[in-house]
Structures are given as structure tokens and as C-alpha cells.
């Protein structure tokens, strides 16, 4: 079972980007689709964002973040990244990638639900002037 890895958090101003990383120790291609979620203290986890890395590529959004991420593959160094954009404090939160199986805007409803393996550690980002 692959091991999922996230890195790529920090300290950011608001208005600013960071570009979160996720790798796993098999392909990303061993998933149909790759997932990325965030979790603010005290609040539940939620899916942001996610990529179908088998079929075509496609990327669907949380309308929470829709036009402040950016989620891509580089299927050369197996790695799934989520740029963030426009930071604000909201977005303070730890950062989550996972594989999927299924990806699809419906299923962004409730991303949770197609998550399949184990969680990362996850990666902090902290939106503090």
C-alpha cells in the first residue's frame, strides 16, 4: 500500500501562494484519482480538490476554493501538487492528500466518502501576517 507524503507547507502573508506537494511511495497512477483535503483546528476535514491520475486528467473543485487552487500532476516525478492562492488566515489549516476512487464533481460533494488507504501526516500552513 502506497505511503502518502505531503510537504510544501509554511508561513505565508495573506495574499500570498504556496505550492503543496504529494507523493507516495507507488505510483500515483496505482490510484484512479488523487485527492487533496484540509483540516482547520477544531473544524472536520474537507475536500478541496481532486484529479483523475488514471483516465483524463480531469480536476474538479470545492466551491470554497474554486479559482485559488490549482491541483496538477507530474506524472515524470509521481507527485500531485495544490497551489494556493490569495491566502487568507481562513485557509489556516493542515493540509491533506489521498488516493481516491472515484473523482468527479459529484463526488466532491462529500470527498471524504471515495478516500481509500491511509492518511498522511499532512502538511501545516499557517496564513498569518
Known amino acids: 500500500q502506497s505511503q502518502i507524503v505531503e510537504s510544501g507547507g509554511g508561513l505565508v502573508q495573506p495574499g500570498g501562494s504556496l505550492r503543496l506537494s504529494c507523493s507516495g511511495s507507488g505510483s500515483t497512477s496505482d490510484y484512479a484519482a488523487i485527492g487533496w483535503f484540509r483540516q482547520a483546528p477544531g473544524k472536520e476535514r474537507k475536500g478541496l480538490s481532486c484529479?483523475?491520475?488514471?483516465?483524463?486528467?480531469?480536476?474538479y473543485y470545492a466551491d470554497s476554493v474554486s479559482g485559488r487552487v490549482t491541483i496538477s500532476t507530474d506524472g515524470a516525478s509521481n507527485r500531485v501538487y495544490l497551489e494556493l492562492s490569495s491566502l487568507e488566515p481562513a485557509d489556516t489549516a493542515v493540509y491533506y492528500c489521498?488516493?481516491?476512487?472515484?473523482?468527479?464533481?459529484?463526488?466532491?460533494?462529500?470527498?471524504?466518502?471515495?478516500?481509500?488507504?491511509?492518511w498522511g501526516q499532512g502538511t501545516q500552513v499557517t496564513v498569518s501576517s
Open positions: 489521498a488516493a481516491l476512487g472515484y473523482c468527479s464533481r459529484l463526488a466532491m460533494r462529500n470527498l471524504l466518502e471515495w478516500v481509500v488507504g491511509s
Open positions: 484529479i483523475n491520475v488514471r483516465s483524463d486528467g480531469s480536476t
